[in-house]
């Protein structure tokens, strides 16, 4: 695990600055209203409400702000391995996959547990100088805790020298 995670933590997960961030480097997750409902080392949870302007025609929330709110959910795992490390590691969505069951209405959590595996590819980029990838999973799920969609989303790490 970085051992810088826990000031990573601190910082995005303070609702002010995950907003100044999202309005600064995502502006569509902060007119989409993407929130952290927790977030450690191993897991994540991002929530999307439906409103006004996330909808589709069909009365769910779109399917672009549901791969975003995913795509959030496992890159805020990549961002907190990556954060402050010495070397500098960047880090790049190399490919996305999702599939949808039901229709997405009301609120929404995406969930990622693949925390472990970015620790160890991060480190293994660290380590070897080489670029790693890793596939993460997130899995939304409605208030009644039904799946309505789930993403794969391969992340590259490289460690810069």
Not at 3 to 30: C, E, Q, V
Not at 51 to 64: E, G, T
Not at 96 to 119: E, M, P, R, W
């Amino acid at each position: 695990m970085n051992p810088a995670f826990d000031l990573f933590k601190n910082r995005i997960t303070n609702p002010f600055n995950f907003r100044m961030f999202m309005f600064t480097k995502l502006p569509s997750a902060w007119f989409a209203g993407l929130r952290i409902v927790s977030l450690s080392s191993n897991q994540s949870v991002i929530s999307v409400q439906q409103k006004w302007f996330n909808k589709n025609p069909f009365n769910s929330i779109y399917f672009a702000i549901l791969s975003m709110a995913a795509e959030v959910s496992t890159g805020i795992l990549c961002m907190g391995s990556i954060y402050n490390r010495n070397p500098a590691v960047s880090m790049l969505v190399i490919s996305s996959q999702g599939h949808f069951y039901k229709k997405a209405t009301g609120k929404i959590l995406f969930t990622c547990t693949d925390g472990n595996q970015v620790d160890e590819a991060v480190e293994r980029s660290i380590a070897t100088g080489e670029g790693v990838t890793v596939i993460c999973k997130s899995v939304g799920t409605n208030v009644k805790q039904e799946i309505v969609a789930d993403f794969l989303f391969t992340w590259s790490f490289k460690a810069k020298k």
